[in-house]
C-alpha cells in the first residue's frame, strides 16, 4: 500500500491520478493492474475538526489548562 498526494488531471472527458513513476515501481505496479483508491479531499483538517465542536470554554482556556496539567504550569 502506497499514500500519494496527487492532483486530479483532465483525461478526455474524464479526471484522471497520475501515480509518480518511484512510488509505482516500488509497488510492483504496472500498467492493466487492479487497484482500489480511497479519495479524501485535502483541506484544511484543523479548521474542518475545530468547526464542528461547540466548546463550552474557550480554545484558548482549554490549551492553558493543558499546559498546565503537563507542565505543571
Keep these: 500500500m502506497i499514500e500519494v498526494e496527487t492532483r ?3 483525461w478526455g472527458n474524464s479526471l484522471g491520478l ?3 513513476r518511484n ?3 516500488k509497488e510492483n505496479m504496472r500498467e492493466g493492474l487492479e487497484v482500489k483508491a ?3 479531499k ?3 483538517v484543523l479548521r474542518a475538526t475545530f468547526g464542528t465542536f461547540k466548546f463550552k470554554k474557550p480554545v484558548e ?3 492553558r489548562e493543558i499546559d498546565k496539567e503537563l507542565y505543571n504550569e
Design 18 to 20: 497520475v501515480i509518480p
Design 23 to 25: 512510488k509505482a515501481e
Design 38 to 40: 480511497l479519495l479524501i
Design 42 to 44: 485535502k483541506e484544511n
Design 8 to 10: 486530479l488531471r483532465k
Design 61 to 63: 482556556e482549554i490549551m
